[in-house]
């Protein structure tokens, strides 16, 4: 089956930096690749995605790369703010069944 | 109506007891899922159906037993369960099971005494 790997898993930046965080995914065959953040006692919500025709997407602050031969796909945050601190999965799923595998999980902190 | 809702919040359970938990969502989705969550871990599928019928089952034990009454309401019943089965159980939804993005419900809290 699929497994994703994600780093790093805690990750502290200053107000105003950037962050990234990147995952690798071991089945080929994989074609979506969504983005979640959660925070402390929150649902996972959906931030980002990206599909394996597509090898950049942005969303103002958010950025997401695919490289579909080296497998794998990271997230970028420019200009962080305090509230985006929070705990931010990668995932990956085939479009048959729609099986999300998530990563281990990134803990980012913004230090104002 | 575009939100997942799950009930309850929050479930306290001894061994013995049976108990179901509720998801609902007026979206129109039709694949409907069943996560667990343990602290500092992700989310973890467990069931998945889609247009009322179970897709995947991800070899859960038996004493958790899903049930899709229609297209906008997914169950979790729970009999004879383990203090290791405390978690958070996260109800997801999506448009269609092809590859579409997953929506998550707020989750309910589960506890095992």
């Known amino acids: 089956g699929e497994n994703v790997e994600q780093h790093p898993s805690t990750l502290s930046v200053q107000e105003g930096d950037s962050a990234v965080i990147k995952c690798t995914y071991s089945d080929s065959a994989s074609n979506y690749f969504p983005w979640y953040k959660q925070e402390l006692g929150k649902r996972p919500q959906l931030i980002i995605d990206?599909?394996?025709?597509?090898g950049e997407k942005k969303d103002q602050r958010i950025a997401v790369t695919l490289n579909k031969t080296a497998k794998h796909f990271s997230l970028h945050i420019t200009e962080t703010q305090p509230e985006d601190s929070a705990v931010y999965f990668c995932a990956a799923s085939k479009a048959a069944g729609n099986k999300l595998t998530f990563g281990g999980g990134t803990r980012v902190l913004v230090k104002p | 109506d575009t939100e997942v809702t799950q009930t309850p919040k929050h479930l306290v359970m001894g061994m013995t007891n049976k108990k179901s938990l509720k998801c609902e969502q007026h979206m129109g989705h039709r694949a409907m899922y069943w996560y667990k969550q343990k602290a500092k871990k992700p989310p973890e599928l467990m069931f998945v159906?889609?247009?009322?019928?179970?897709?995947i089952n991800e070899s859960v034990p038996s004493r958790f037993s899903p049930e899709c009454p229609n297209s906008s309401l997914l169950n979790l019943h729970l009999h004879a369960l383990q203090p290791e089965d405390s978690a958070l159980y996260l109800c997801?939804?999506?448009?269609?099971?092809?590859?579409?993005?997953?929506?998550f419900g707020p989750g309910t809290r589960l506890t095992v005494l």
């Open positions: 159906y889609s247009y009322e019928k179970l897709s």
């Open positions: 990206i599909r394996s025709n597509v």
């Open positions: 997801a939804s999506s448009q269609e099971i092809d590859g579409a993005e997953q929506f």
